[in-house]
């Protein structure tokens, strides 16, 4: 690093608002969320979504309740606009939810943009062009004049356009890309230029998009941005004044609070902040935010670890066990004193009313209730007050090879606390090892869950494979037989002819070291199987140990799924 950076870097010029407002203001009202995990975070992933699941991230993205989905890059790609026309022809648009698409202010990716959304009943074309000045003197070598005729050239063709498709109800949307760089009189300029040749109306609004490209500056500075835009913008009334902060400075989402405050109605963002670079506008965060403010987002997020597991299959991104309000470990409190604190916090709750949900949310080092995310209360003031989760899943790792997801870290470090709890003293790795196989590998031997794996018989059909288990249910065994692409998914489907609907949301495998005091002589090795489960409402996991990993597998699931129905 530079001893003086001044030498390098010279600080973004404040915008001199001296009256300002928005330091004053409250957020009352969540603003018109535009989700664009589908196109600028996907367009970030080392590998990006192929169709399967780019639709399930649209389906889960709906289901949150966005009402704006930026779905693609029609004009970039085959993939992105045949993905565009499987949504509209294939009728997966709900009612209530328009779809937008990126175009450059460029005539050809214009009509190809166009193209893809033909058809649909309703679409956000979304166009851009740079207006900073080193993209105008160092990347286009392009005068004002010629960025401002640009961007009106590229809207009159998309309103040319728009006037074929009558079964299409298009609204326009423009960013000056690069806004933050941008003189804030030559960003007004081409936005006001850009709603006067849409013929911008209250009942027509055009929506300006001014985007931290970069993020060059703290929050205050874009607020002080957006408010004076906010002031001086023709056709206000007409204009739905947007957001779409990045994340280079990590200030994104005070940037997207301070930007509403400011007077912006709509923002655009990523779940968990995905996107180029350090990433977009975390929606998770800022949304969760503003709930924790007493204000409903609109957007449901009580069942945050689907969204996670969603979102971590579809980007193949991790969730950081710290991430706001999502992260594994945010509800878990590691410290002694934290969890004193948190215990008597629940005690005085459930003191004062039995009705506690109704109670204003007071405990302390938590923001928010866990439960309203669909997090239970048992991982926040279980782990580490003994050995803790840290250290029980050192030993397992370290002595037996066995390497628990962090969510089976937490529900596992639960039971281990019981046992200290109720026995003090210090546990072994041995120890740990037996209560880990008395909970997850043979539960049923404990007088546990009410399946017990007793065999199975695996055949190659059809391109796929047939699958006969035997299982003891509530203690009568049966067979039950299914088909599918491998030995798990011919097992779920087995559990469903008996009526027992399953869901593997996470599996994984690996060998293992003999548990202390067992004989290994014979060199035979051992595979250790985990999978996570959703079966009666419940998720939990469950555990196999076998020399052949496919009936590990199966024992692990029958092991799960005896566990969750035990629980439900």
Known sequence: MLANPAQKYTAFPPVGLKDRTWPDQVISQPPVWMS??????????????????????????????????????????????????????????????????????????????????????????????????????IVFNMSREEVREMAVAGVKLVREIAATMPETEVTLEYSPETFT?????????????????????????????LPTTVELTTPNVYADQIEWMHRHLARRDSVILSLHPHNDRGTAVAAAEQGLMAGADRVEGCLFGNGERTGNVDIVTLAMNMYTQGVHPGLDFSDINAVVRTAEHCTQLPVHPRHPYAGDLVFTAFSGSHQDAIKKGFAARNSRCSEA??????????????????????????????????????????????????????EFSAVVQQVTDT??????????????????????????????????????QDGGQT??????????????????????????????????????????????????GQDDSSGSARACAIVEVGCGGRATFGAGVDANIVTASLRALCSGVGRARRAA
């Open 357 to 410: 949900s109704e109670q204003l949310w007071n405990v302390p080092y938590l923001p928010i209730d866990p439960a309203d995310l669909g997090r239970s209360y048992d991982s926040v003031i279980r782990v580490n007050s003994q050995s803790g989760k840290g250290g029980v899943a050192y030993l397992l790792e370290t002595d037996f090879g066995v390497v628990m997801p962090r969510r089976m870290q937490i």
């Open 181 to 209: 760089g941008t003189e804030l009189d030559f960003a007004l300029e081409v936005c006001d230029a850009v709603t006067a040749a849409w013929g911008a109306t209250p009942e027509r609004k055009v929506i300006l998009n």
């Open 36 to 137: 664009t995990d589908l196109r600028d975070g996907n367009q970030s992933l080392f590998e990006p979504m192929n169709g399967e699941k780019k639709l399930r991230m649209f389906q889960t993205l709906c289901a949150i309740g966005f009402k704006e989905i930026e779905v693609a890059f029609p004009s970039a790609s085959d993939t992105d606009f045949n993905f565009v026309r499987k949504l509209i022809e294939e009728n997966l648009i709900p009612e209530d939810v328009t779809i937008e698409v990126l175009t450059q202010a460029r005539e050809h990716l214009i009509r190809r943009t166009m193209a893809s959304v033909r058809g649909a009943k309703t679409a956000i074309v979304h166009v851009y062009n740079a207006t900073s000045k080193p993209f105008r003197d």
């Open 423 to 460: 026995q003090g003293g210090e546990l072994s790795s041995a120890d740990i090892w037996r209560i880990f196989s008395a909970t997850y590998v043979n539960p049923a031997e404990a007088g546990g869950p009410d399946i017990a794996y007793r065999g199975h018989h695996l055949a190659e």
């Open 467 to 516: 699958l006969a288990l035997t299982v003891a249910i509530d203690g009568q065994e049966r067979v039950l037989t299914g088909h599918g692409n491998g030995p798990i998914h011919a097992a779920v489907q087995a559990f469903a002819s008996a009526g027992i609907a399953v869901e593997v949301h996470h599996y994984e495998e690996r060998s293992m070291a003999s548990p202390q």
